[in-house]
């Protein structure tokens, strides 16, 4: 019993002797309202009820509640040396600590404020936090309250993913996926907190895998077949004068026998990779497991020796990397316009005027979006007063949707522009499949990832103006 008994006598007596002040009290109360608070989530995650997988839900279990958990820790301490110093200056430090006796007046008084002080911290601390975390769910908040991912945020917006949450493509399932986006996503605030986050912002590491994120949706045993693209383009003539590519893709899938074929049917699960830079674009080396279980290596010519990076097992996003956040090159986003109707066709020259503006440079998408509207209708004014006078409504029309297109595409201010964002899915705009399938990347047996045009597509019509096809299909 004596132990205990010095224990009481030299340090609990006096800790509750000098802790009984305002600062000290108040410190209490916000460790154990921070605290509670704290427990109550963890509670609620564990249990899986409503349990965030919102990385910037990191701010408050990894920063706001701990910091005022700490904060409430100084305050003990430094309320009970003011006291202490108070009291030793003026002579009134006891020799004999008093009892820690809840009949003392004194003391139920200091447990009152305690009690009261953390009723009142909790309710604040809790529902403030409660709310927060709320929000922080939404995809309003990672899209719109965090200016820099205005760009991810417009892209998504005109995606077929545009009702998919956020966190469904971006934060893996179970608790290793749950950490890794409290770390990453506290990491991002302060990145803006203290403005030094990268311009623009890349997608450095990969996405969780396909398995846990795209596949909780999509079925990667269907079988698709043949699909026909039809690519309409219009040149840079007075008439805009246009075009149609009629291209049969085959991407067929696992069809009812279980085989493989097509652009679905030969990756998956099968290649893997190693690239040289964060957005892959630089394949040196490939290899494919045969049906035997015995492996292809194929390297490309230009691969430097040692090859540094990592090796992936290719899957979805190696090909939609842009499923969510497609950014447009300036000419395929007109092309889609003008084929939807704005810029309408019959404006001379809207093409090489409408291209040249959403091409040019501008500080800020509000520069945009006054140079773009005054660049066209000078033009219109000046070359072609009669159509300025009789298709006014069709050129403020092409305006308002040249400033749409680029205002869903640049972003002066995340240093956003076009082509920054390469899209893997053709190879056109981009190196896409031809990372690979250049025609040298080469096996040891000389045999090379092929690049024959009819591999992947058959193309039934190259930039005619009436292809027949389309005729023949009803398509006209
Ligand atoms: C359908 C899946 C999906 C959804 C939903 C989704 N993303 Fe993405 N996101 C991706 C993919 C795929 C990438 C590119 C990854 C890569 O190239 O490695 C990406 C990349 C990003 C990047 C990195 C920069 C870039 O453009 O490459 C940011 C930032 C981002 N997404 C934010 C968001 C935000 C904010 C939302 C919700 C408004 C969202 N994402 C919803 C799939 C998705
Ligand atoms: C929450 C469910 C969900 C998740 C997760 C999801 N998708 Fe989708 N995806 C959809 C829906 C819904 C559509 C629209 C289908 C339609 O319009 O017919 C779609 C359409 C698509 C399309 C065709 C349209 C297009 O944009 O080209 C592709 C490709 C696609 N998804 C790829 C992916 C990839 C890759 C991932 C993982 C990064 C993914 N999806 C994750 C639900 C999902
Ligand atoms: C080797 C590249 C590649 C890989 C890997 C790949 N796809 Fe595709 N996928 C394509 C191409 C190319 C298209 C046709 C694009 C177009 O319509 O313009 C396509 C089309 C689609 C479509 C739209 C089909 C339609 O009917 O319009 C969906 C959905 C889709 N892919 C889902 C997936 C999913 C899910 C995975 C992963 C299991 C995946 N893809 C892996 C290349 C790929
Ligand atoms: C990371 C490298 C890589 C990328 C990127 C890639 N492929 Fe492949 N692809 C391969 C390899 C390796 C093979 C197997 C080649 C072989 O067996 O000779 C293959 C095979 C194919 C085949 C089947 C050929 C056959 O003989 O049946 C098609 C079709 C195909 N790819 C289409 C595409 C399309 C379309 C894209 C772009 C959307 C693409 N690939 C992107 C590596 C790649
Ligand atoms: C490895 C697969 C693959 C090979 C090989 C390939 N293509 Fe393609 N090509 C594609 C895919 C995928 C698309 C569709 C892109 C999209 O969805 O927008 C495409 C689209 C096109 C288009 C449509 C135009 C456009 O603006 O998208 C043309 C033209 C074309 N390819 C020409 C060729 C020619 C010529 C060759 C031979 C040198 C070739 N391709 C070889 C995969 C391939």
New binding site residues.
């Given amino acids: 019993m004596a132990p205990f008994g010095k224990l009481r006598e030299n340090w609990l007596r006096p800790f509750f002797f000098f802790g009984n002040n305002l600062l000290s009290l108040i410190g209490g109360a916000l460790t154990t309202a921070s605290a509670a608070t704290l427990i109550g989530f963890w509670v609620v995650a564990f249990f899986g009820h409503g349990g965030s997988g919102n990385p910037y839900v990191g701010i408050i279990f990894d920063l706001c509640l701990p910091g005022l958990f700490v904060l409430g820790l100084i305050l003990i301490p430094i309320g009970m040396w003011l006291r202490r110093r108070h009291l030793k200056v003026t002579g009134q430090l006891p020799t004999q600590y008093p009892q820690i006796d809840l009949r003392d007046p004194r003391f139920r008084h200091g447990l009152d404020i305690v009690l009261i002080a953390t009723v009142i911290n909790f309710i604040i601390v809790g529902t403030g936090s409660y709310r927060a975390v709320a929000h922080m769910d939404t995809?309003n908040f990672?899209?719109q309250s965090?200016h820099?991912?205005a760009?991810?945020?417009a892209?998504?917006?005109v995606?077929s993913?545009?009702g998919?949450?956020?966190?469904?493509?971006?934060i893996a399932e179970g608790i290793k996926g749950f950490v890794h986006a409290k770390v990453n996503g506290t990491r991002q605030l302060m990145q803006v907190a203290f403005h030094s986050y990268p311009t623009?912002?890349?997608?450095?590491?990969?996405?969780p895998p396909a398995e846990v994120?795209?596949l909780s949706c999509h079925n990667p045993n269907k079988f698709i077949g043949d699909k026909l693209l039809v690519k309409t383009s219009y040149a840079d003539d007075e008439q805009n004068s246009m075009t149609r590519t009629l291209v049969l893709l085959h991407i067929g899938g696992r069809d009812q026998f279980g085989k493989l074929s097509g652009i679905h049917g030969a990756h998956l699960g099968r290649i893997e990779y190693i690239a040289t830079d964060t957005?892959?674009q630089t394949i040196p080396w490939v290899s494919k497991i045969n049906a035997d279980g015995s492996t292809t290596e194929f390297v490309s010519s230009d691969a430097k020796e040692p090859m540094a990076g990592q090796k992936r097992v290719m899957d979805?996003?190696d090909c939609?990397?842009?499923?969510?956040?497609s950014?447009d090159t300036p000419e395929a986003a007109l092309n889609k316009a003008m084929a939807a109707g704005s810029p309408n066709a019959s404006l001379p020259f809207v093409r090489k005027e409408g291209l040249a503006l959403i091409k040019a440079d501008y500080s800020s998408q509000e520069d945009a979006t006054s140079k773009i509207t005054v660049g066209l209708e000078n033009f219109y004014q000046s070359q072609y007063p009669a159509v300025w006078s009789g298709q006014r409504e069709q050129i403020d029309q092409a305006a308002g949707t040249l400033v749409k297109l680029y205002g869903e595409n640049v972003f002066p201010f995340m240093k956003?522009t076009w082509g920054?964002?390469p899209n893997?899915i053709g190879h056109n705009d981009y190196p896409g499949c031809f990372r690979c399938h250049d025609g040298s990347h080469t096996a040891k047996n000389e045999k090379s990832i092929s690049n024959d045009c009819s591999l992947c597509h058959n193309l039934l019509a190259v930039d005619e103006a009436n292809p027949k096809q389309l005729a023949d299909l009803g398509m006209q």
């Fill in positions: 995809p990672c899209g965090c820099v991912m760009p991810e945020w892209a998504y917006h995606s993913h545009q998919v949450a956020c966190t469904r493509c971006h623009p912002i890349m997608a450095e590491e990969k996405l994120t795209c957005t892959h979805c996003i939609h990397n842009r499923a969510a956040h950014f956003v920054t964002h893997n």
